[in-house]
């Protein structure tokens, strides 16, 4: 199995137990999958039973991005916390980005100077 590019570890709280997620490429690719199921099921209510399948195997494969096995009962946390750390590395990366592109741009601005002479 291929490393993936983008592995962040971090520990999640949910009802007083602790889980750590591994968010990698494959996490992030099914958290905005199960957002975009989930806004097809909000647009169109009775697309639900065709969507839910899809949203149940999503929320599955996510939570086997997490250690220990997390039980039913802090499965929807679970989820809800998840969408929030990927949101957050996001919006970092986005951030992140920016500012990289702020300081090219910044440096392609700045004038070269030529050293001055000194007199003798």
Same mark, same amino acid.
């Given at each position: 199995?291929? #490393? =993936?590019?983008?592995?962040?570890?971090?520990?999640?709280?949910?009802? $007083?137990?602790?889980?750590?997620?591994?968010?990698?490429?494959?996490?992030?690719?099914?958290?905005?999958?199960?957002? #975009?199921?989930?806004? #097809?099921?909000?647009?169109?209510?009775?697309?639900?039973?065709?969507?839910?399948?899809? &949203?149940? =195997? +999503? &929320? +599955?494969?996510?939570? @086997?991005?997490?250690?220990?096995?997390?039980?039913?009962?802090?499965?929807? $946390?679970? &989820?809800?916390?998840?969408?929030?750390?990927?949101?957050?590395?996001?919006?970092? @990366?986005?951030?992140?980005?920016?500012?990289?592109?702020?300081?090219?741009?910044?440096?392609?601005?700045?004038?070269?100077?030529?050293?001055?002479?000194?007199?003798?």
């Amino acid at each position: 199995m291929m #490393a =993936n590019a983008c592995m962040i570890s971090q520990e999640i709280t949910i009802n $007083g137990k602790k889980y750590r997620l591994t968010l990698t490429d494959q996490v992030l690719s099914d958290v905005r999958r199960l957002k #975009a199921l989930y806004n #097809a099921a909000y647009e169109d209510p009775e697309s639900f039973d065709e969507v839910s399948s899809a &949203i149940s =195997n +999503t &929320i +599955t494969q996510i939570a @086997t991005a997490v250690e220990p096995a997390v039980s039913d009962s802090d499965l929807d $946390g679970l &989820i809800q916390a998840v969408m929030k750390a990927v949101d957050e590395k996001s919006k970092e @990366t986005e951030e992140a980005k920016a500012k990289h592109l702020e300081d090219k741009a910044k440096a392609a601005k700045k004038p070269t100077e030529k050293p001055k002479k000194s007199k003798k």
